[in-house]
Nanobody, 111 residues
Framework: VQLVESGGGLVHAGESLALSCAVS????????LSWYRQAPGKSRELLAS???????DYVDFVKGRFTISRDGAKNTVYLKMNSLKPDDTAVYYC??????WGQGTQVTVSS
């Protein structure tokens, strides 16, 4: 299974950004897809997960700002991020069960 993220970039605080992760290999056997991020000097942290049935779960600090979704036909998982803050600056990673990772995409939020 291969995962390729895209959509990162530089935005100003308060703006939005949408990330995509193209999944190839055996996508239909994957039950859970997730987004993580890792800021400089910090551990990688889970942001949101979505099951093959479409159930989404979020960590508290992104609830109401981030939305995870998946498109089975396009084998893609998305992360829409609104009201971005400088603290959201990190490398964002896509993860697929059981333990596949993408290469990450940089998101930088300026104040």
């Amino acid at each position: 299974v291969q995962l390729v993220e895209s959509g990162g970039g530089l935005v100003h605080a308060g703006e939005s950004l949408a990330l995509s992760c193209a999944v190839s290999g055996s996508p239909f056997s994957i039950d859970v897809l997730s987004w993580y991020r890792q800021a400089p000097g910090k551990s990688r942290e889970l942001l949101a997960s979505i099951t093959s049935g479409g159930r989404a779960d979020y960590v508290d600090f992104v609830k109401g700002r981030f939305t995870i979704s998946r498109d089975g036909a396009k084998n893609t998982v998305y992360l829409k991020m609104n009201s971005l803050k400088p603290d959201d600056t990190a490398v964002y990673y896509c993860w697929a069960m059981p333990d596949y990772w993408g290469q990450g995409t940089q998101v930088t939020v300026s104040s």
